[in-house]
């Protein structure tokens, strides 16, 4: 920074009518809130409806401001400024600002009249001036669609160019052909007929086309008077009852009650079955528990002897002269069982079953009768041992 440049500074400010304060020394030292107030200014004196960021306050905050004026000066006016000197807000600021200052200035001079003022308000401004600028601006767009032309028509030529070297070789050919006039007119003739051949495929196909769309259009009112037909008959359906429907139904209750009863009626043969199974190993059980508590079974003498005296029950001629022997009989010792079990199911079935359901009532039945039968069985002789 030079003391030149910062008084040409203050002095386009002051003939730009800047309203801040500044004087030489105040960019000696680093004063970011200052620059960016007079960037501001200068960005908004180039122009008037850029959204300029306020918030400077944190360094994100800093450095979105410069990029976002930078950014427009460079794309608008295509003024290159350096965003890190701007960063330090001393005298090298000054140099990129002092660009933007100067663009007014000159600006200002060529207007030969009054500039915009520090609020933003713009003066009148002559008659031919206005004009000069109408006229720039027409020429600018006219200047942007003969651009873009020509870059249309540099693709094309860019394109032929790359075809060139067999489009020369045709090229070459054809000047080289000698031409029959007879054999000319023949090919016209033929490619004649051929395009007429072609146009009349082409016209019939038109003509199928429509054929074809009035016979799709005549299905598509068949099928659509179908369709309000079977709706009609689907409606009449659902409010007509079905002749066997009641009888379909009482046939349905009855199957159920049917196979409800069935399902009772199983369940209830394999309780009893199961019961039965129970009562012949209790049976077994109590019967080898029996034997083992009495005496030991007789061997074959001992069974002669006792098939004497089966009728009296006693050995009245010991020989030993100890007191008479109970023989074994298993006759006898079946019925004793059989009878206890009678008088334990009578007793059971007296005091009530657990479940205290009827369905038990019939196997306990069955098995004190059971019993009974058993026990009125005649005994059996001891060959059965």
């Not at 139904?249 to 009772?264: A, I, W």
């Not at 009296?312 to 001629?317: L, Q, R």
Request: aromatic content about 8%; hydrophobic content about 35%; glycine content about 4%.
């Amino acid at each position: 920074m030079s003391f030149k440049e910062v008084t040409e500074f203050l002095m386009i400010l002051k003939e730009l009518e800047c309203p801040e304060m500044v004087e030489v020394d105040s960019f000696q030292y680093s004063d970011f809130p200052l620059v960016a107030k007079i960037f501001r200014w200068l960005v908004m004196r180039c122009d008037p409806t850029f959204q300029v960021p306020l918030e400077i306050e944190a360094e994100q905050d800093r450095v979105f401001f410069l990029k976002a004026l930078v950014d427009h000066m460079i794309l608008r006016y295509n003024l290159v400024l350096d965003p890190r000197k701007l960063y330090l807000a001393d005298g090298y600021a000054v140099r990129e600002l002092l660009k933007i200052a100067r663009l007014l200035s000159d600006a200002s001079n060529v207007w030969n009249g009054p500039v915009m003022s520090a609020k933003g308000d713009i003066f009148a401004i002559d008659e031919d001036v206005k004009a000069k600028v109408i006229a720039k601006v027409m020429d600018l767009q006219t200047f942007r669609k003969d651009h873009s032309q020509v870059a249309l028509s540099s693709a094309e030529m860019s394109e032929l160019l790359r075809q060139e070297p067999e489009n020369h070789a045709l090229r070459i050919s054809a000047l080289n052909m000698k031409l029959d006039p007879s054999k000319v007119e023949s090919s016209l003739n033929e490619s004649i007929l051929e395009i007429e051949a072609l146009a009349k495929d082409y016209d019939q196909k038109f003509s199928n086309i429509e054929f074809d769309k009035a016979n799709l259009e005549a299905k598509i009112k068949k099928r659509e008077e179908e369709l309000e037909r079977m709706q009609r008959r689907l409606h009449t359906i659902q409010k007509t009852k079905p002749t066997h429907l009641d009888e379909s139904d009482k046939l349905e209750n009855e199957l159920k009650d049917l196979y409800g009863r069935y399902s009772t009626t199983f369940r209830t043969f394999l309780a009893l079955e199961h019961q039965v199974q129970q009562a012949e190993a209790t049976m077994e059980h109590r019967e080898q528990r029996f034997l083992e508590n009495n005496q030991e079974i007789p061997t074959g003498k001992e069974r002669k002897t006792d098939s004497a005296v089966i009728d009296d029950g006693f050995n009245e001629d010991p020989v030993d002269g100890s007191e008479p022997e109970v023989p074994f009989n298993r006759a006898r010792v079946r019925q004793s069982i059989v009878r206890t079990e009678a008088v334990d199911e009578a007793s059971v079935y007296s005091h009530g079953d657990v479940d205290g359901s009827d369905d038990e009532e019939e196997p306990i039945r069955g098995g004190v009768s059971a019993g009974n039968q058993l026990a009125a069985e005649p005994e059996s002789s001891d060959d059965d041992f």
